[in-house]
């Protein structure tokens, strides 16, 4: 379930895709942003247009993490606006959607989706782990999820799974905000920009870039002069290493 190295891309570099949604009224479209090589897991935007829909009940085979980027979307017994998130569990019972005016949803898969018309959830539901609906304007900042993490960020948990080891939140950093150090995780973590920027040692991070980094990968030392808010998915055991870099220093306003 690991994702190749990206660091990073951005959402205007790459090309829309019109694909047919399983069971929709209208074509739709996606930006795939990365793909898991050995498990067929995928990463993508999805732009579902004015007057989409889907009758019909079912399941998908992949677990299922979805982030709500704009418009809204009524999906079972919930409305998803901007911000809004969910995770579906493989084997989950969904309900019909529809969307009046298109909405725009970055959806990660687990793996290979593969959608299977039904009435009754799939052999693999696991009951328990789906998370049906989370307002994130709703959830309160925390602290960050590790006690060495530089100061002036919050967190927004959005889902735990321990069992799974999964997990997805948002994360805001104060405006001059900065990790003078390289760090390295024993998960991966995908991470798209939402407001504000992050420099890295690879530039400008902006709303709409995205990247993902491997278990063990490398990174840093990175800062953010205006603040930013970024949506991120981990997935394997947690566990976090920062080595200082000797005369990293914020850049002059």
Request: aromatic fraction near 12%; proline fraction near 11%; hydrophobic fraction near 35%.
């Amino acid at each position: 379930m690991t994702r190749p190295r990206i660091d990073f891309i951005h959402i205007d570099d790459i090309a829309w895709v019109d694909f047919d949604f399983p069971g929709g009224n209208l074509p739709v479209r996606r930006k795939t942003l990365s793909r898991d090589p050995d498990t067929g897991g995928v990463t993508a935007i999805i732009e579902f247009p004015p007057g989409f829909e889907r009758r019909e009940t079912g399941y998908n085979t992949s677990d299922e993490d979805k982030f709500y980027l704009d418009g809204e979307i009524t999906s079972g017994d919930h409305e998803f606006g901007p911000y809004c998130y969910a995770f579906q569990p493989a084997g989950e019972l969904r309900g019909p959607m529809h969307t009046a005016d298109g909405a725009l949803v970055l959806a990660s898969f687990t793996d290979t989706p593969e959608w299977i018309p039904s009435d009754a959830p799939g052999p693999m539901f696991r009951p328990g782990r789906e998370v049906p609906f989370v307002d994130s304007l709703a959830v309160p900042w925390g602290s960050p999820r590790f006690d060495d993490f530089p100061a002036g960020a919050a967190r927004k948990p959005l889902r735990n799974d321990p069992e799974a080891q999964q997990g997805a939140a948002l994360t805001g950093l104060l405006p001059q905000w900065i990790s003078p150090y390289t760090e390295w995780h024993t998960f991966s973590e995908e991470v798209y920009i939402l407001e504000g920027t992050i420099d890295t040692t690879f530039g400008k991070m902006t709303k709409g870039a995205y990247l993902a980094h491997p278990p063990e990968d490398v990174h840093g030392p990175m800062h953010s002069s205006d603040g930013c808010m970024f949506f991120v998915i981990v997935r394997g055991p947690i566990g976090n290493t920062y080595e200082p870099v000797e005369g990293y220093r914020l850049p002059p306003m």
